[in-house]
Nanobody, 113 residues
Framework: QEQLVESGGGSVQAGGSLRLSCTTPRFISNRCDMHWFRQVAGRPREWVSSISTGGSTTYADSVKGRFTISKDKEQDTMYLQMSSLKAEDTAMYSC???????WGQGTQVTVSS
């Protein structure tokens, strides 16, 4: 089964930046809206941001103004540029597409204060 593959997670100090990537099979990037979610162990998964097939973007209030979602159709890759990171942004970040039918394995982001 084809999967989404995330990368770019890591550890950073508060106020720092990271860029997450999500590579996709071409049929997904051309046809489906794509999303970033995050989850802290023991807590519900939280929606972070979405980008439509047409390029429209939406953000959770908690990340608005700090995170930027984008995609490169030529590279079949979606990105999440995260800036001004806070300790509360620490989570496992996953990408998803096609109404949740496709998920990546996740990449851990840890922000130390």
């Amino acid at each position: 089964q084809e999967q989404l593959v995330e990368s770019g997670g890591g550890s950073v100090q508060a106020g720092g930046s990271l860029r997450l990537s999500c590579t996709t099979p071409r049929f997904i990037s051309n046809r489906c809206d794509m999303h970033w979610f995050r989850q802290v162990a023991g807590r519900p998964r939280e929606w972070v941001s979405s980008i439509s097939t047409g390029g429209s973007t939406t953000y959770a209030d908690s990340v608005k103004g700090r995170f930027t979602i984008s995609k490169d159709k030529e590279q079949d890759t979606m990105y999440l540029q995260m800036s001004s990171l806070k300790a509360e942004d620490t989570a496992m970040y996953s990408c998803s597409a096609c109404l949740g039918n496709y998920w990546g394995q996740g990449t851990q982001v840890t922000v130390s204060s």
